[in-house]
């Protein structure tokens, strides 16, 4: 297989299950973290290898390393490899979802920025998506009359915080998940509570229905819930971990065991709680995101740059959901009609968020 950002969270778990089940990987593409990189190499012996800065070819223990966006395109093309993971974190996931689409591979996808800018252009025949939530939503599909799902969320960093005191929070204190270990924008869109904006996103994609909605379960071990038409619910509990959703996605059935079941009695009890807007004010705008889609590249756009700013420590933290509601309210018709218009107006959100 190719692994596409082998070097992030998703990437090393996907390795993970790759060494368990004795996986090929054909193609590794990381960043700029050329020492994790340059261990993958030893271990997984990859034909080829990409990265994203030219300079640090140098670096890298291999004969066969080409750097940049147009690289990994032709490394996912001129592969032999069925499966693409693509474990690439924002935008810049897009292009290589599509192109691994094109050239027919099956995608386990990661990138869930690829769906909330994309969704509607995005074919899903071959598809299959590494989210937890997601992962449990499928896992309990039956064939049963469904009324609606439910993801969770953890609540983020921020979750117990005064709110008087979210004005002051560091960065370190921001990357601080309760509950998972994941890359730090994804960790900062969870404390924002954008990250389940996304993910109901993701789901109205995948599940093709918009009777959708959030909750917090304080421990991530409830993932998804699906209520009935006949009034029962079910819930699908699991350790936090991503090589369940990882294995399924890359592997269709798993009958091996991956992780250990969630001992109840130790849990002892579940706390439940509404998404409150004054904690998350990203939660104001819900119905008007599922409502209308489209306005998935703008809230996607707004969102990379204002935790790129967040992380490099030009705003507050209330000032990420902040830039992300004024560009959905000044950008609130997009006109999608193709892949180009979602390329153009990401550019265009991102030129008016960044002055
Ligand atoms: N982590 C999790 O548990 C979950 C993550 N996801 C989604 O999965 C995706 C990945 O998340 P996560 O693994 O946490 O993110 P990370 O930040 O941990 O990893 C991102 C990966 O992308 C690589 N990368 C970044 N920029 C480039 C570039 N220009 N060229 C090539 N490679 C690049 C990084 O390389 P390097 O580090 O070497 O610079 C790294 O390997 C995101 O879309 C996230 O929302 C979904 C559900 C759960
Ligand atoms: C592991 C996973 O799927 C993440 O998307 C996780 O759900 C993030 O945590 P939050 O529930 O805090 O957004
Ligand atoms: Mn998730």
Redesign the pocket.
């Known amino acids: 297989m190719i692994v596409l950002g082998s070097t992030g969270s998703i990437g090393v778990n996907t390795l993970n299950v790759a060494r368990k089940f004795n996986l090929d990987v054909e193609v590794l593409v990381a960043g700029t973290n050329i020492k994790l990189l340059n261990e993958q190499i030893k271990e997984f012996n990859p034909k080829k290898v990409v990265i994203a800065k030219k300079e640090h070819i140098k670096d890298v223990n291999h004969q066969n390393v080409f750097f940049g966006e147009s690289a990994i395109l032709d490394a996912i093309e001129n592969s032999n490899s069925k499966t693409v993971v693509n474990a690439l974190v924002g935008f810049l996931g897009l292009k290589p979802t599509l192109k691994a689409i094109k050239c027919g591979k099956k995608l386990a996808l990661a990138n869930k920025e690829s769906l909330v800018v994309a969704g509607k252009f995005i074919d899903q025949t071959n598809l299959s998506a590494i989210?937890?939530?997601h992962f449990g939503l499928w896992y309990l599909l039956q064939d049963k009359k469904v009324d609606s799902m439910l993801i969770?969320?953890?609540?983020?960093s921020f979750r117990n915080y005064d709110l008087n005191d979210l004005k002051n929070v560091s960065i370190k204190e921001a990357l601080k998940?309760p509950?998972?270990s994941?890359g730090n924008k994804?960790t900062i869109?969870?404390a924002t509570m954008t990250?389940?904006m996304f993910?109901l996103l993701e789901a109205k994609w995948l599940f093709n229905t918009r009777k959708l909605d959030a909750i917090i379960e304080t421990k991530?071990l409830i993932h998804a819930l699906i209520n009935f038409t006949d009034g029962s619910t079910t819930a699908h509990i699991a350790n936090?971990s991503?090589q369940l959703p990882i294995a399924y996605a890359i592997l269709g059935k798993v009958e091996e065991p991956i992780l250990k079941p969630v001992d109840l009695l130790d849990v002892a009890s579940f706390e439940f709680k509404k998404i409150e807007e004054n904690r998350y004010p990203i939660w104001q705008i819900k119905d008007e995101v599922l409502g209308n889609p489209d306005l998935g590249v703008i809230l996607n756009a707004a969102n990379e740059v204002a935790v790129s700013k967040f992380l490099n420590n030009q705003i507050g933290f209330l000032d990420v959901s902040k830039i992300t509601l004024d560009a959905i309210n000044k950008f609130n018709k997009p006109i999608i009609n193709s892949i180009d218009d979602i390329y153009e107006i990401d550019k265009e959100v991102r030129n008016y968020c960044e002055s």
């Open positions: 989210d937890s939530e969770t969320a953890s609540g983020g998940h509950n998972w994941m994804i869109d969870s990250n389940k993910e991530s936090a991503m």
